[in-house]
Structures are given as C-alpha cells and as structure tokens.
C-alpha cells in the first residue's frame, strides 16, 4: 500500500481499470507476492509508447508495443480484455495511470526503477 513513510505502489499499479474501461474492474495479473515489506510485481512486459493518447507507460501483455483494446459491443466502450471473457490475462494489457498535477505524471516507485532498467 501507500503511504508517507514507504511509498512502496500507488494503487494505480493495481488496479481496478476504471477510465476508459468502466464498468469493468479489472486488476492486474502481474500481482505476484506480498510481504510486509514490499509487493512484488512483475513488470518483465513493462512498456513506454509516447504516441499513446492516453496511457503512455502499460504492460504490454501482447507484446506489440501500443496499448491494444478493442471495443466492448455490450457497452461501446475500449477494453483490453481481448477476449471478453471479464478477466485480464497476461497476454493482455495493462494500463498504469499516473498521478498528475497538470503537467507533470509521477508513477510509483516501482514502476520508475522498472522503466530505468
């Protein structure tokens, strides 16, 4: 969790996926471990598109570099849930927001260190 002392994930990194995806709650299925110390995710498939509109940094479950969503015929609406089947595969992506003040987007801890590697 976050907090002041040890911003160790921002909920964001988690999941749900609600902006472009609502109602979906869908979570990310990279989650692997927790401990009292740290939660471990995997973000081997962790990607940055400056192109994207909207989520710039994702975890590209199908590896083909952009965000991939297709459009929900029950609600209009994008969803990266490839298959409709109501639940996020790893071969599917994941969208990361970012918190923002405007003009700066600030991502967790984790995230930054796995994008510099």
């Known amino acids: 969790m976050e907090s002041p002392v040890l911003s160790q994930?921002?909920?964001v990194d988690l999941g749900p996926i609600r902006?472009?995806?609502?109602?979906?709650?869908?979570?990310?299925?990279r989650y692997e471990a927790y401990n009292p110390m740290?939660?471990?995710?995997?973000?081997d498939?962790?990607?940055?598109?400056e192109n994207e509109t909207i989520y710039k940094?994702?975890?590209?479950?199908n590896?083909?570099?952009?965000y991939t969503t297709i459009i929900d015929p029950a609600t209009d609406l994008p969803t990266p849930d490839l298959n409709l089947n109501g639940v996020?595969?790893?071969?599917?992506?994941?969208?990361?927001?970012?918190y923002t003040d405007?003009?700066?987007n600030v991502y967790s801890r984790p995230v930054t260190h796995a994008l510099e590697k």
């Open 9 to 11: 994930i921002a909920t």
């Open 19 to 29: 902006k472009d995806c609502s109602p979906n709650n869908f979570v990310n299925p």
């Open 38 to 43: 740290f939660l471990e995710v995997n973000f």
């Open 45 to 49: 498939d962790l990607e940055y598109n």
């Open 57 to 61: 940094i994702f975890h590209d479950g």
């Open 63 to 66: 590896r083909d570099g952009k």
């Open 88 to 98: 996020l595969e790893m071969d599917e992506d994941f969208p990361l927001s970012a």
């Open 102 to 104: 405007g003009v700066k």
